[in-house]
């Protein structure tokens, strides 16, 4: 007797049999799958086509990559057919750098090499350690040796003079460093039981966020002048720096918060039952949590930030764009203004390409 | 059970009732209310003496004075001989015009490009992620810039690009055909727009219906005669011209048409498709946030696709698109700002030209802040209303 069963043992679906060429099949699946889906790959293989081959013509076949100093005749002669990558060896220095004195510009260059390493050391997980911040301490010293001068035989450099690359890293470096601790505290106080702390934090990251960058850089250009007693002046560089940090407080203590309402109120009580103090029960228990629940937001913030700073143009402080703006008001070179913002895009492009990859892949090693 | 001692009374601080915790927490908020009192106390007054040692009154009579300065480019009726206050309402009405606009097409244009990088077409997807990864990792600044070097490279008027007939493209802007609205275009587009509103309330109690007694009823008779017959009749009745009006290039310039300056061009482009980008990734996630059962489910009961698209994905994914989306709005606002550094007169350019004028840098900077508080606290009223509305109605 075989028993009856109401499901006949049909064999299961097999696989669609592979057959024919792996390319053909891949092209089938991924762009010709249906009637539709296939004039559409068409078209857009046309106008992709198009775009490459133009940019060919004009980027690399008809481009001049290089004349003599300060002579931009090859280039006028191709102008609208082929790019003037020869602007770029002419002025990529200054582009760079700035006004920083020409000879002295391995110092600003030396600069740059150690913000990276220093991102790049952060960035491993390993190294998540104390010895971490006393090595950002040591480095963030160093670069300012470096960048003033006026010790060890190096000639001083005033912050007047400073420009480029290493200011969008300085304005972008410094204004997380202090940010972050600020964002913290805002963060806090935004979450704490006491009335009149709270609703201070809540005006201010209200306040800093419902207005634009370029509002509080004006203040920061203008008004603070105005603030600070007569004869006392700070630096331009140091006001913007001053406005940057503020405002980077007030968006890291919105991310910095969604971290802690993240933490469970059983983290909370525990601490609470050890009798740990407010300040030992956040910094033992609740923020190292809070923070590792929000570094993937915390790095797309920093990104904004990197790119923010390119705000202080408006306001005339020497960072990479302005010194790419400033390169192209030169009248030789003047009508080559693309190639510089396309070289100068290339360098934010790379920075924060890099950020973002690294958020991904942090994402998702904390989802596995 | 021994322990029978009576626990020592609680200590009472200075302040009697007041436990310790609470004594510690009064001396913290006194403590930082002190400190954020005297910093502004301190700045306060050092600007009060600065201010009188530069012969500034502080105030906003200036508002009255004339302004003097050229707006070029605004939506409404302005010259020099105007007072600042007016210069200040154009430059606001400009912040709205680019804003606005801008919310409405990077909507649209993001919402294309999340749904292509979803698309089963491997080379529409590819693209798509191509597009939103270079234009968020470049600052929109320096997109700005780009576009804006790219407006003037392009041909003189006489020699301008013609896309599309009636469609010209020189370094004078963008010129299309237009149609010139008057009042009693107005009144016709108010009818169409009542005709709307009456059509959402009809529909509404058309769906209550069905929800009691289960027969469906059309609506689209009631679209029909509310959104399409309604305004035609009264653009009848009145006679209204509808006649379109095509720039033509006379001398050296166009005339006629609807003229986006390049200053005003090159910003919406730059900020469009820059918000696009985040939009794009906003709408890619709420999409992929709807489980996959959810369209299993709707397909298992035979219905439509459109009907299935409306009815059950989009809700589910309109919750999690929402908020994010608020921000993008708000971010596409402020970042409307940046037209100072291509000349293009919001009112956070106005305001810089006032500052510069008049050195009333408080007065000027504090209505930057004012203007830019209030359009923040619309769109976040309007979005929360929104998404209260769509939020999940938890049984």
Redesign the interface.
Known sequence: MTAITDMPDLPRPARRPQIGNPVLRWLRT??F?SIP?GI??VV??AV?AKGVISFVQWGIANAVWLTPANDSSACKAVRGLGACWAIIPEKYRFILFGTYPFDEQWRPALSVVLFIALFYLSTRRALWRRELAYLWIGALALISVLMWGGVFGLPFVSQDRWGGLPVTLILATFGLAFGFPLGILVALGRRS?????RS?SVVYVE?I???????LL??AS??F??????GFNIDKLLRAQIAIILFAGAYLAEVIRGGLQAVPRGQYEAADALGLSYWRKHRLVVLPQAIRHVIPPLVNTF?AFF??T??V??IGIFDL?TTA?TAIIDPAWQ?F??EV?IF??AI??AF??AM?RYSRSLEATSAR | MTSDDPRPPPRRGFFGALGPNELKGLFWQVLVVGIAVAVIAFLWSNTVTNLSARRITTGFSFLGREAGMPIADSLLAYNPRDSYLWAFVVGVANTLRVAVIGVVLATILGTLIGISRLSANWLLSRLAAVYVEVLRDIPLLLQLLFWYVLMQALPAARAAWRPVEGVFLSNRGLILPAIPLGSTQLWVLGTAVLGCAAFLVIQRWLVAQQMRDGKPRPAWPFALGLIVVLPAAVSLSLGVSWKIEWPELRGFNFVGGLTLAPEYFALLIALVTYTSAFIAEIVRSGIQSVPRGQWDAASALGLRRSFMLRQIILPQALRVIVPPMTSQYLNLTKNSSLAVAIGYQDVVSVANTTLNQTGQAIEAISLIMAVFLTISLGISFFMNWFNARIALSER
């Not at chain 1, 966020?209 to 509002?215: A, D, E, F, K, T």
């Open positions: 991924n762009l799958s889906n559409l790959s857009l293989l992709l039981k006491l009335p009149a702390i201070l306040l966020r419902g207005v634009p960058l370029v509002s004006f203040m203008v008004m002048p105005l603030f600070m007693p007569s990104i790119k923010d390119s705000l143009l408006i764009l703006k009508q203004s693309v913002y100068v895009a934010y492009f924060c390409f973002s």
